[in-house]
């Protein structure tokens, strides 16, 4: 399962619905990166969302 190791940020459940108002079962899930990221001076390989990797920017603990 996708999940973000940062936020805890994984899969949603909900509906699709149409024009008529048909409810279709959906799984939201979180666009999920592999990236690498220097914590401590190493190099650690995380599983992010893109949206944490936005935050983190907007908070300035990435460049």
């Known amino acids: 399962m996708a999940v973000c190791e940062i936020s805890g940020k ?4 909900g509906h699709n619905v ?7 079962r959906k799984v939201f899930k979180p666009n999920i990166q592999k990236r690498t990221l220097t914590v ?4 650690v390989r995380v599983n992010v ?14 460049k």
Do not use: D, E, V
């Open 10 to 13: 994984g899969k949603m459940y």
């Open 18 to 24: 149409s024009f008529s108002q048909r409810k279709t």
């Open 40 to 43: 401590n001076g190493q190099k």
């Open 49 to 62: 969302a893109t949206s944490t990797l936005r935050t983190l920017k907007k908070k300035g603990l990435l």
